[in-house]
């Protein structure tokens, strides 16, 4: 069910899903709203699964869940062979050494009262990553890492620009020496020439370090430029879930297609193109159309589509798509 | 909507009942006999029989829930009891004085906000002024200085110095309206001062909050005239706070009126509370610390469902 | 120091001048409080007895110190109790939720069902009168206060990234509550703290004038106020020396505690109100002067315009002209002085900033053209709207929350037309059409949280062409938006484009992408100055700005294994650095670049650039 990787997977996301139940007025029944729903995922060493959707389609709980940071309503998650939920706190602490978070806010994620030095040695003392005598030096050493002098431990985040603040929440990351970190969105709040910075930052960790990421935007050009594999989400569900090339190079799900026609271009696509333009808005997480979430808003979408919701199937070698009409759209495509 | 009503109205009465089951506990559980006390005069201890006799008739004697369940049942068929001082009915008694109470409430809330909602708006129109900085000042100072100083001060001024206006006292409206409202002025013009202050404060921050937004932007955007963006978009965004701490505050002031109420001898709802409490007379203390959180709990619901009218986003925000 | 320290130094030294007084009542040589002096009673002040003598022939000064000894001993014992107890609850709740919210802070609000003065009046009854049951009965008041303050300031830090950051990291929960959650709520508590002593000192001194609290012969306010009431015609001064005290001491607190909150909290003070609202008397805005008529009349041409606040400029000599019928994007990372650009063009700067130099001509539908750079707010009123409107980028925030979308945009049609009833509704519901909101006579009623982000965009684009403006300022209006979202915005404002083809459009954006897809022309600003501009075809294509030529490269479109990245941050107005203000992040910076500004340079008609070395680089 999981595609094949080189290596074995390092954490298994299995049908996880994440529900808010909500009353519908005060007296009124609880209401299921599902924030994410039936993700099945895994991501190797060395590998970077870039997941993208709109605002509200459980990326960001998908990112939470996959940490331990939020607890799934179903489904399980693996980290290293070990199912996150059989853990107790302390166990659960000790493993998060090893899982590491990088917020998207580069404000709000950073402690305004502490030092930076003392916000990255908390996870160096935390799991006695060095001895207390080398703390000082491990900091220095994360922070030029990131591209930072020694001396910005000693100062506190708001002497920091957006970008350096990024930099210095990547090297807490570091600290612990993680084997799998979770970006969440963490350039969107970032200018574009200082995006970038980030951006290769982000790179090149990923290949001296051998990390696994998941890497959540909605800046399709970002993740197509950092991502080996990508899964595109609709309403918490994955539609579609391949090689990056593969996913945005000859997308097999009309939503992919949508988003991709959507995101503007340095390149504007000729004005015949915006006839692809989706129409109507994302329907409400508490009321999801029957079948097919997308089919509402879905250029292909006929009577079959509302019957049930389709399974993810194989498209291609570790490509996936949920879309009864994905061969055709690909057959389209090639016409 | 209604259901938004009827929920709050379910809650409110769970801390009623609340309420009252705590003030009973505590009236039963602390040390002190009603019996004893009332019999007893000056140092001379009370004749043991004749202690033993009232608290039979007091049902003193029942087990403390027989005594709770029959203390319950009186009060939800709207009976709260005889009081044990002089036999009066407690209800009666209350019914009497609240009025009173709510009277002078009523009257400062007028005044207070009368003046204070403008005074607040200009105050933050002119912020950072000197009239903005006279205004914040008389204010706080307002603020500051508790009830019976202004009471007793005014009372200074106005009586004793001034010599025109009665130091305190009660006249039914119905026997003399003009003496009444006499009486009435100081007491409501002394609780409007406080009240005054924090609406002056409020309003105030509110405005200047309210400016900062982009709606005003847009609407200045839009060319509209000082006057409709004051208006429209200004201070009817602006008083859904102010009104909340009105109604707050005016709950506050239903059982907060009894220093004034001392000061000038106005015999409401809040002086009968003391003297009960003093007595140790329970179905007095109860009857009115009941009454005074059903108003109390009654005018926060109130705050929140005007509050609902004015705000069409806090129906969602609950659902 | 700034100004909000400062102004904590007045009421901060009063207080510590109080504090330290009833400290040290013991050594000072105050006469004994309860020393009677029955021939001397009521003696009017004197050497001896400064502030006089009271009923008994006490002397006053003593009793006053230590009267305040024993209220400010009550008042802060509580204070400090309820705070230990609150903040403990308080944080408990706001951190873990559920059940502990339940137990802890819910069960202290019950508290606050009982009006507070009947609850301490209760307490007081019950355990008799004295010092210690007042401070009793005050920590039973105001521990819901601050479990409540410290669970809000709780629940809104537990949700910040930085307390996420400390629970992925694996550390214990209640080092997070102490170390990383505790001192973040502190501004709040502190607060609290001197809002309770002010509160504090009024109910105690209120029990104590009733006879229920502080116990006699030891002196306190209340009892004192008390005791002149009845002494009120024979010395009126007694009453005075203890009020004067008492709220005197409590105005102190109470000062101390609104300056705290706008010292340690300077977002919460919004200053200056609205320089707007207040009318001005302004000199007649001078008649403007065209430069030879040339043969298609821009509708807009701005010459040097300089916006600064106090005396630091954040958008210096800006250069920018649009013509009717002409979508011009203006672009720029945070700090660029674009969206500033926009706002003065309507008269609309944030009350702090004005604009400094140069001049913005726009041609009007009739009469000569307007120096905006010259208008007062009168002036810029008959032209908003109807000549120029402005769409904002968060509509939520944009359109107000209590009013139907309807009557906004009623509002804004009934600015520059008289409509009737029935004719309004007619030309709203056929605005509301136009920019594409689905069954518009029913949304027309909806308020705007009904709405979804995109039909409140379409709502706010509505409202801002209701008047059909010949010039329309949108600014960011597509950033908040989702993709396939932006891109119906961005197809509505290509569909307004041909539909009125006079209007002329700055778009105001940050992304490079968007310009390509909506603009004809480019303005590029950087570090508040115009950098570049050209017609957007030719500048992305062959930009002649080394800032230009990074940004596009910085986009990570194409297949370029490795971003270009620009080094550095954007400077801060305070240290613009001189010369060229991009030359410290330039990879082709010369020693000439930071000597002086680069003058405009014309690489063709249509283009401009401001580079010493375009002519090498680009």
């Known amino acids: 069910m999981i595609q094949d990787t080189p290596t074995a997977p390092l954490v298994i996301a299995d049908r996880l899903g994440r529900n808010y139940p909500t009353r519908q007025g005060l007296l009124g029944q609880k209401h299921d709203v599902w924030a994410v729903r039936d993700v099945s995922l895994s991501i190797a060493k060395g590998e970077t699964v870039g997941i993208v959707g709109e605002s509200g389609c459980g990326k960001s709980t998908l990112g939470r869940m996959m940490l331990g940071l939020e607890t799934p309503s179903t489904g399980s998650v693996s980290f290293d062979g070990r199912d996150l939920s059989t853990l107790g706190g302390a166990e659960r602490r000790q493993l998060s050494r090893r899982m590491q978070m990088v917020f998207q806010d580069p404000f709000g994620s950073l402690d305004p009262r502490r030092s930076v030095g003392a916000q990255i040695a908390d996870g160096l003392k935390t799991h006695k990553i060095v001895p207390a005598s080398e703390v000082k030096a491990e900091v220095a050493r994360l922070l030029e890492q990131v591209g930072l002098p020694a001396s910005a431990a000693q100062r506190r985040p708001h002497e920091f620009s957006g970008g350096q603040r990024q930099r210095i929440a990547v090297a807490r990351a570091l600290s612990t020496r993680p084997d799998f970190i979770v970006a969440d969105e963490p350039v969107s709040a970032l200018d574009v020439s200082i995006q970038a910075q980030v951006v290769n930052l982000l790179m090149d960790l990923r290949r001296d370090l051998d990390l696994a990421m998941l890497f959540i935007s909605h800046d399709l050009h970002v993740v197509r430029h950092l991502c080996t594999r990508i899964a595109v989400m609709y309403l918490g569900r994955i539609v579609e879930e391949g090689p990056a090339e593969q996913v945005f190079g000859s997308p097999a799900h009309p939503y992919t297609r949508a988003l991709l026609a959507a995101t503007p271009s340095l390149h504007p696509k000729p004005a015949d193109d915006t006839g692809r333009i989706l129409k109507g808005e994302l329907p409400s997480p508490a009321s999801p159309p029957s079948g097919c979430a997308f089919r509402t808003r879905c250029p292909l979408a006929e009577d079959a589509c509302a019957a049930a919701v389709p399974a993810l199937d194989p498209v291609g070698t570790g490509w996936r798509a949920a879309c009864i009409k994905a061969g055709r759209v690909n057959a389209e495509d090639a016409a | 909507m209604l259901r938004y009503i009827a929920l709050r109205s379910l809650v409110a009465l769970f801390l009623v009942w609340v309420v009252v089951t705590v003030v009973f506990l505590l009236l039963h559980l602390i040390p002190g006999d009603p019996a004893e006390l009332l019999l007893s005069t000056g140092n001379i201890a009370a004749d043991p029989a004749a202690v033993a006799a009232l608290r039979e008739k007091m049902g003193l004697n029942e087990p403390l829930w027989q005594q709770y369940i029959s203390h319950m049942a009186g009060v939800l068929s709207g009976d709260l009891g005889a009081s044990f001082r002089d036999g009066a009915s407690v209800i009666e008694q209350i019914a009497l004085r609240l009025p009173r109470t709510l009277e002078v409430i009523l009257a400062a809330a007028l005044i207070a906000t009368g003046i204070g909602v403008p005074l607040g708006t200009f105050a933050a129109i002119r912020a950072d002024g000197k009239a903005d900085a006279a205004i914040s000042f008389f204010a706080s100072a307002a603020l500051s200085t508790p009830v019976f100083v202004v009471g007793s001060v005014v009372i200074l001024i106005f009586a004793q110095q001034l010599k025109i206006l009665p130091a305190g006292g009660f006249v039914d409206f119905s026997e003399d309206p003009v003496e009444h409202l006499k009486l009435l002025l100081l007491p409501a013009g002394t609780v409007a001062l406080a009240l005054l202050a924090v609406i002056i404060r409020m309003s105030r921050a509110s405005v200047l909050e309210v400016l900062q937004r982009d709606y005003v932007r847009t609407a200045r955007a839009k060319g509209l005239s000082r006057g409709p963006i004051l208006r429209r978009h200004v201070v009817r965004n602006a008083l859904i706070p102010v009104l909340t701490v009105l109604g707050l505050e005016m709950g506050t002031l239903i059982g907060g009126t009894v220093l004034v109420e001392f000061v000038f001898n106005w015999p409401g709802l809040s002086g009968y509370l003391v003297s009960a409490v003093d007595a140790r007379d329970y179905p007095e203390v109860v009857g009115i610390v009941m009454t005074i959180s059903v108003l109390f709990v009654f005018l926060n619901l109130v705050v929140d469902v005007v509050n609902a009218l004015f705000d069409p986003r806090i129906s969602l925000v609950t659902s | ?618």
């Open chain 3, 1 to 618: 120091m700034s100004r909000a320290t400062r102004r904590l130094i007045l009421p901060g030294a009063i207080a510590a001048v109080i504090v330290a007084l009833v400290l040290l009542a013991p050594v000072l040589p105050l006469d004994d409080v309860r020393g009677m002096d029955i021939p001397h009673r009521f003696a009017p002040p004197s050497a001896a007895h400064w502030l006089g003598q009271d009923e008994f022939g006490r002397d006053v000064l003593a009793r006053l110190i230590w009267g305040g000894r024993a209220s400010l001993f009550i008042a802060f014992g509580s204070a400090l109790a309820a705070a230990v107890i609150g903040t403990t609850l308080g944080l408990l709740g706001g951190y873990f939720r559920g059940v502990v919210e339940l137990l802890t802070v819910r069960a202290a609000e019950i508290i606050l069902c009982l009006p507070p003065l009947l609850l301490a009046l209760l307490v007081v009854t019950i355990l008799g009168a004295g010092t210690w049951p007042l401070i009793l009965a005050l920590t039973i008041l105001y521990t819901p206060n601050y479990a409540r303050v410290v669970y809000a300031a709780t629940q809104q830090v537990r949700g910040l990234d930085f307390v996420t950051a400390q629970r992925a990291m694996g550390t214990h929960p209640l080092v997070i509550l102490i170390r990383t959650i505790l001192p973040n709520v502190l501004p709040p508590l502190l607060v609290q703290a001197s809002l309770v002593v002010a509160s504090a000192m009024v109910i105690e001194s209120g029990l104590s004038f009733l006879g229920l609290g502080v116990v006699p012969p030891t002196p306190s306010w209340g009892l004192m106020i008390r005791a002149a009431r009845g002494a009120m015609e024979v010395a009126p001064l007694l009453l005075v020396w203890p009020s004067l005290a008492l709220a005197g001491t409590i105005l102190t607190f109470n000062l101390l505690c609104d300056r705290l909150q706008s010292a340690l909290d300077p977002r919460s003070v919004t200053a200056g109100g609205a320089l707007w609202l207040r009318p001005r008397a302004r000199s007649a805005s001078k008649p403007a002067t065209r430069p030879a008529a040339s043969e298609e009349a821009p509708l807009l041409e701005i010459e040097g315009l300089s916006i600064a606040v106090n005396d630091l400029e954040l958008v210096r000599r800006v250069t920018l002209s649009v013509r009717p019928g002409e979508t011009m994007a203006l672009v720029g990372e945070s700090g660029s002085g674009k969206t500033l650009t926009g706002l003065a063009l309507t008269g609309l700067l944030p009350d702090t900033l004005r604009v400094t130099g140069g001049t913005a001509l726009y041609t009007p539908r009739e009469g000569a053209p307007i120096d905006l750079a010259q208008l007062d707010e009168e002036a810029f009123r008959a032209l908003r709207g109807t000549e120029i409107s402005m769409v904002f980028q968060d509509a939520a925030a944009a359109l107000n929350p209590v009013l139907r979308i309807g009557d906004q945009v009623a509002e804004a049609i009934r600015v520059h037309h008289a409509l009737d009833g029935a004719a309004m509704q007619a030309r709203v519901v056929e605005l509301l059409r136009h920019v594409g909101i689905p069954d518009p006579e029913r949304r027309a009623r909806a308020y705007p949280h009904e709405l979804s982000g995109g039909q409140r965009q379409r709502a706010m684009i509505a409202v801002a062409i209701a008047n059909n403006p010949r010039l329309l300022i949108a600014d960011e209006p597509t950033t908040a938006l989702d993709p396939t979202i932006q891109a119906q915005i961005l197809q509505l404002f290509a569909q307004l484009k041909r539909d009125t083809p006079g209007m002329g459009m700055i778009f105001v954006t940050h992304d490079l992408a968007v310009v390509a897809e909506i603009a004809d022309r480019v303005t590029v600003m950087y570090a508040g100055e115009v950098v570049e501009e050209g017609p957007v075809t030719e500048v992305f294509a062959r930009p002649r700005h080394p800032y230009t030529a990074a940004l596009i490269a910085s986009v990570p479109e194409g297949g370029a294994e490795r971003l270009v990245a620009i080094p550095g941050a954007v400077p801060s107005p305070h240290k613009m650095p001189s010369g060229c203000r991009f030359a410290p992040r330039c990879t082709h910076a010369k020693p000439v670049c930071t000597q002086s500004a680069p003058r405009r340079s014309h690489p063709s008609d249509t283009r401009l650039t401001r580079c010493f070395r375009w002519e090498e680089v680009t």
